[in-house]
């Protein structure tokens, strides 16, 4: 172990943490390599998201929101009604941890849109 490692080049470590953060900037679409000096292209600003107005009563409590008609049931109450009894489980509806009752059935939150109910 009194052994010094002269070697030269990258190491393993270097290696692989350079293959993750790569790997990072592939998967979120962030641009590695912008083209030459001077050519860089303007960056066009993102349009916000659609919202819709939605009205929900839960425990005899009227909530009216604005969301994105994407949001489920879950993050809707979650996330934006700050009613954290139903949890966000799975993701999947496998686990259960999400059902809500709706007009006395019960449904998983996490698969049921907001805008739908």
Request: aromatic share 2%; net charge neutral.
């Amino acid at each position: 172990m009194t052994e010094t490692d002269n070697r030269n080049g990258p190491t393993r470590r270097a290696v692989l943490e350079g293959g993750v953060a790569t790997g990072v900037l592939l998967a979120t679409g962030i641009p590695v390599y912008a083209g030459p000096a001077g050519a860089v292209a303007a960056a066009a600003s993102p349009t916000p998201a659609p919202t819709m107005p939605i009205s929900l009563r839960i425990n005899a409590n009227d909530f009216a929101v604005e969301l994105d008609p994407r949001t489920t049931l879950l993050d809707a109450l979650r996330n934006h009604l700050g009613l954290t009894g139903s949890k966000k489980g799975c993701d999947h509806g496998q686990c259960g941890a999400c059902t809500v009752l709706v007009d006395g059935r019960r449904i998983n939150s996490c698969l049921t849109l907001a805008a739908m109910h």
